[in-house]
């Protein structure tokens, strides 16, 4: 939801792998917003393992076009 189509090459597994080293190391969370099977907005925050820089957070927040503007992006 967030690139057009061919511009994300990660694979779902990849993905899930991830999002669990990010939890196991306590440097993420991920928030999903889904529509019976199908995720339609998420909220991923990353800070940085480094210590120099543990401090930054990284904020990204996508919600599908057809679900804009009905308050998910402000839910999540």
Not at 30 to 41: A, F, H, K, S
Request: aromatic share 10%.
């Amino acid at each position: 939801m967030l690139f057009e189509a061919g511009e994300f090459t990660t694979t779902a597994e990849q993905q899930r792998q991830q999002i669990v080293v990010r939890a196991k190391e306590g440097t993420g969370v991920v928030l999903l917003c889904v529509q019976g099977e199908r995720i339609i907005g998420i909220l991923f925050g990353m800070r940085s393992p480094f210590k120099r820089i543990h401090h930054i957070l990284y904020l990204v927040l996508g919600v599908q076009s057809q679900w804009h503007r009905q308050g998910i992006g402000y839910r999540l």
